[in-house]
């Protein structure tokens, strides 16, 4: 996660003279950024290979401490990046979003795609291969404790990175996009609110798992609830094309200008 | 200058393009394949769920919904009609990696057991209705019609020696129903496995075309519900003054 948050911050966000350096997309940072995420995730997944069926199998047994070692350090670690990159990109905000250079803000219009493709890479983690290994999980040993080495990874990992990297983009485009500065986009706010939104259900799933309901069914009502946060990225598509539109309006300008110069 | 210019412009929107995709790509597999997991996930995951009552109809059903929100985006913003075909391949991409990881590598079951549905066929299907007729409403019709009612022999090959019928000490079941009970599933019991409810279980008769029919006529409801929900959120000129 550090690696996403310092490199996210750097990703083309020089106030630069209009004109006086090429626009364009740092692809070395861009790439940097998901395969740092694509290798901690897949570090977390072959550790829940190796140790889910081994030291994995009952909370209240003393060798689980090693998944709790590492809930507990999710749970300070997460919270206070999460709490540091909002302070950041608030500390460094645009202080005169009227009068941002196009050259600027279409850099960072990169930055807040990636942003976003840093969000959605977590969806696939979060979706299939560590969602899924859940679903696995609770065929082969029964459910029948508070913590479950795929719930630490899932829900105390994967949840609130997708809250940072969500909640990240949108802190990203109210301080530093100049038409998100005194207003809000409908679907970029839906796209992004998936993940706070499934909450509640994740509390029902917990009680209702504990009371009512032992069997691990996974197209079951008690689970419906979570779907909104695959339902909500039907919004991205609304981002997306009014990233198209602004950029074209951008690369139109920035083009005219750099040809103009001979950059 | 105006080649200067438009090679300048040209680099940036392929740049644009290059990223915007990538996310597109991420977002669209992973939010496919979480929101089938936890709707109709066992009818994907078990060769013992792909029944002739429930498995042609739940999944395919509910994998219209975000293929077909999106598509309104797609075609009336873009004219772009393979948004069908673009999200199911980079559905199925991730069902299978996930398939081979977490249900054949880490669960231990076979992947004959746990092999995903196809539904590419059914996806270009409805993306040529799009192409050819030119009309949401015709493709709703046609395309979804197609798309609801093809599941099933879509998947045939694959799905026909697991639904051969075997005598098991005395007792008639299927293949697939026989798997089920080897491989033993502790948080699944029989009692909650949806297949095949009804008042008269059979090997024969209408059983399959008759649902055929009706997830056709599902999925053409949800293929028009999906597109106008699909064009209300993605609408990017809204913008809110307060939240």
Wanted: glycine share 6%.
């Amino acid at each position: 996660m550090s690696t996403t948050t310092a490199e996210l911050s750097v990703l083309n966000e020089e106030k630069t003279v209009a004109g006086a350096q090429r626009a364009g997309v740092n692809f070395t940072i861009y790439l940097s950024l998901l395969a740092g995420l694509i290798i901690v995730y897949s570090l977390h997944r072959l550790f829940l290979h190796a140790n889910a069926h081994t030291v994995g199998l009952d909370y209240f047994e003393p060798e689980f401490q090693v998944w709790m070692n590492l809930f507990y350090v999710q749970i300070v670690v997460l919270p206070t990046l999460m709490a540091g990159i909002a302070y950041y990109l608030w500390r460094t905000r645009e202080l005169n979003p009227d009068n941002v250079a196009p050259e600027v803000e279409l850099s960072r219009y990169f930055s807040f795609i990636a942003w976003l493709s840093c969000y959605t890479l977590i969806v696939i983690f979060a979706g299939a291969v560590h969602g899924e290994a859940d679903a696995a999980w609770h065929q082969v040993v029964i459910r029948d404790t508070d913590f479950t080495p795929t719930h630490v990874g899932l829900f105390y990992l994967l949840m609130p990175a997708l809250i940072i990297t969500g909640g990240g983009s949108y802190i990203f485009a109210k301080t530093r996009l100049p038409m998100h500065a005194k207003q809000h986009l409908l679907p970029l706010g839906v796209a992004i609110g998936g993940p706070i939104l499934i909450m509640p259900n994740v509390g029902l799933n917990e009680w209702g798992h504990t009371f009512f309901y032992a069997e691990e069914m996974f197209g079951t009502p008690i689970h419906y609830g979570f779907a909104i946060l695959g339902l909500a990225l039907i919004a991205l598509g609304g981002v997306v094309v009014h990233i198209v539109h602004r950029c074209k309006e951008l690369v139109d300008i920035v083009s005219e200008r750099e040809a103009r110069q001979g950059v | 200058m105006a080649d200067d210019q438009s090679a300048i412009a040209k680099r940036l929107e392929t740049q644009i393009d290059i990223i915007l995709i990538t996310a597109i790509v991420f977002a669209i597999a992973g939010a496919t394949a979480f929101v089938m997991a936890v709707t109709m996930g066992d009818w994907e995951y078990w060769v013992d769920w792909k029944d002739r009552r429930f498995w042609p109809l739940v999944p395919i059903g509910m994998l219209m919904v975000i293929p077909a929100a999106l598509s309104s985006t797609f075609w009336v913003k873009f004219r772009l009609p393979f948004a069908f075909t673009a999200i199911v391949l980079c559905y199925s991409a991730v069902r299978w990696l996930s398939t081979y990881l977490n249900f054949h590598i880490f669960g231990g079951f076979p992947i004959s057991f746990v092999w995903p549905s196809v539904y590419i066929p059914m996806a270009i299907l409805v993306d040529c209705s799009l192409l050819i007729t030119r009309s949401v409403f015709l493709t709703g019709l046609t395309g979804a019609f197609l798309w609801g009612a093809l599941i099933y022999p879509a998947n045939w090959p694959m799905l026909a020696a697991f639904h051969e019928p075997i005598n098991y000490n005395g007792e008639m079941l299927t293949a697939a129903d026989l798997l089920g009970y080897e491989y033993i599933r502790t948080s699944l019991p029989e009692y909650i496995r949806v297949v095949e409810r009804s008042i008269l279980r059979t090997f024969g008769d209408a059983v399959t075309p008759l649902t055929a029919v009706f997830a056709g006529f599902l999925c053409t409801v949800v293929f028009y519900l999906s597109w106008i929900i699909g064009a209300i959120v993605n609408d990017h000129r809204r913008w809110l003054k307060k939240v």
